[in-house]
């Protein structure tokens, strides 16, 4: 018997946390933060969860014994699977003991531990990885990478493992084979973006595995926006032609399609992108991944803009000391009109150094409402650009694939049923498709289903 059973993304977007069980074999697909619920009840950084037992407690954690790191005995639990590493897909693998195999992508893998590295710290009872002067990197979880090709055995279940584009790179579905059938699981797609091919080619194959069970997202069921990576360079390119000031361009660190689009803009501008530590740090890790073709951080139009503070970090006084086209506030504040800086909500303060002349633009290049990376309050946003004088743009392309590419491809995959997960509006998506005629499913939380 096959059984399935879902923990997360049910009429909501992300958080997914999918129990598999085939015979003796259990494995989770992702495992993911739950933003949503957590928001209901914490306020980053002054209230968060600080065990395992507080988001348990609150139904945000699934029960499941012997999974997590504080409760007892070791669940025979054989792995989680990650499709992509968003914080929505992954995060809560920091709950879970250390023993239990991590299976994901090597860029996955990647993002992950860089992430870590240079991220703000939480209790180190939680720690993915770490970095620190003394003890150097550690990595805490038995990551087990794949790469589109290979095939993963876990127990009785079988998994192929193939690339999907969407806005990270490193992202995956899956084919998945159990003794009860087969089941096709998207992660999170596209098929407008840059590598749209990659997405054609997880559809092809999953189709041809005649799957029994199709579990898809559907973010942008209830909303399509029509836009590619494409309009994104255009639209930019219009705005940067027009300023004559400084452009601050702000988008999720991890996607990297939309990093490359602003350096080419830049570039052919005959702007510098200035980027910041933690970007540049990331780029850094993913330069050996030759699928990636990241330009280079000592390529000549690249700064890497250097925060005014205190006592930097290890890995950051590193970084800083290697690299020549290093820039602080004063110098940037000096050539703004030559300059593509890459800033956030977060780098507001800094702004009063950098004093932006009349005439700069900010464009907000990150749209996705709940956030698969961080969050920002928009209003806060428009304060501080009310304050510095600075009109916003609002230029994006989702991560996510459209209303109608949603409902081709449940038709071209044509499985025996379809999860419907990873959406705000799951009788919508429903409805929409009701005339493909397969079986559809609005998972409910903890609930069992055979596929
Ligand atoms: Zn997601
Ligand atoms: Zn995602």
């Known amino acids: 018997m096959t059984i399935l059973k879902f923990y997360g993304g049910i009429g909501e977007v992300g958080g997914n946390?999918?129990?598999?069980?085939?015979?003796?074999?259990?494995?989770?697909?992702?495992?993911?933060?739950?933003?949503?619920?957590?928001?209901?009840?914490?306020?980053?950084?002054?209230?968060?969860?600080?065990?395992?037992?507080?988001?348990?407690?609150?139904?945000?954690?699934?029960?499941?014994?012997?999974?997590?790191?504080?409760?007892?005995?070791?669940?025979?639990?054989?792995?989680?699977?990650?499709?992509?590493?968003?914080?929505?897909?992954?995060?809560?693998?920091?709950?879970?003991?250390?023993?239990?195999?991590?299976?994901?992508?090597?860029?996955?893998?990647?993002?992950?531990?860089?992430?870590?590295?240079?991220?703000?710290?939480?209790?180190?009872?939680?720690?993915?990885?770490?970095?620190?002067?003394?003890?150097?990197?550690?990595?805490?979880?038995?990551?087990?990478?794949?790469?589109?090709g290979d095939v993963v055995k876990i127990g009785s279940i079988e998994i192929e493992p193939i690339h999907v584009d969407h806005s990270v790179p490193g992202a995956y579905g899956f084919i998945i084979r159990t003794s009860g059938g087969t089941i096709v699981y998207t992660g999170d797609f596209r098929l407008h973006g840059t590598e749209a091919d990659m997405s054609f080619q997880f559809i092809e194959k999953a189709k041809a595995s005649k799957p029994d069970a199709l579990i898809i997202e559907g973010t942008n069921v209830g909303e399509g926006k029509v836009s590619s990576e494409q309009e994104v360079r255009d639209k930019t390119m219009e705005i940067i032609v027009q300023t004559k000031a400084l452009v601050i361009a702000s988008f999720s660190p991890v996607d990297i399609d939309r990093l490359r689009t602003f350096y080419e803009v830049a570039k052919a501008n005959r702007r510098k992108l200035a980027l910041s530590t933690k970007q540049a740090y990331l780029i850094e890790a993913l330069e050996e991944d030759k699928g990636l073709s990241i330009f280079n951080l000592s390529d000549p139009n690249i700064l890497i803009f250097a925060r005014q503070k205190r006592k930097p970090q290890t890995w950051e006084k590193r970084l800083l000391e290697s690299y020549p086209n290093v820039v602080e506030s004063a110098a940037l504040s000096q050539a703004q009109d030559e300059i593509i800086l890459s800033a956030t909500f977060y780098d507001m303060n800094e702004m009063c150094d950098i004093r932006p002349e009349a005439g700069t633009v900010f464009i907000l290049s990150q749209s996705e409402p709940f956030n698969e990376e961080m969050e920002i309050d928009f209003k806060k946003l428009l304060n501080w650009m009310e304050y510095y004088g600075i009109p916003l743009y609002n230029i994006h392309a989702s991560g996510h694939a459209a209303p109608l590419e949603l409902k081709e491809t449940i038709s071209q995959i044509a499985p025996k049923k379809v999860y419907l997960i990873h959406t705000e509006r799951p009788k919508l998506y429903q409805q929409f498709i009701r005339d493909l005629n397969i079986k559809t499913l609005c998972p409910e939380p903890a609930q069992e289903y055979q596929i």
Do not use: W
């Open 17 to 148: 946390k999918i129990l598999l069980k085939d015979q003796d074999t259990e494995i989770l697909l992702d495992f993911g933060k739950n933003f949503e619920r957590e928001r209901q009840y914490y306020d980053a950084p002054y209230l968060e969860p600080r065990e395992e037992r507080h988001l348990l407690a609150l139904g945000i954690l699934p029960p499941i014994e012997g999974l997590y790191k504080k409760g007892e005995g070791l669940r025979d639990t054989a792995g989680i699977l990650l499709s992509h590493p968003h914080i929505d897909h992954m995060d809560y693998i920091r709950y879970i003991k250390d023993e239990i195999p991590i299976y994901c992508g090597e860029t996955t893998k990647t993002i992950i531990v860089t992430r870590e590295f240079t991220g703000r710290t939480s209790s180190s009872d939680y720690y993915i990885a770490n970095l620190t002067a003394q003890r150097g990197e550690k990595i805490f979880k038995d990551f087990r990478t794949f790469r589109t």
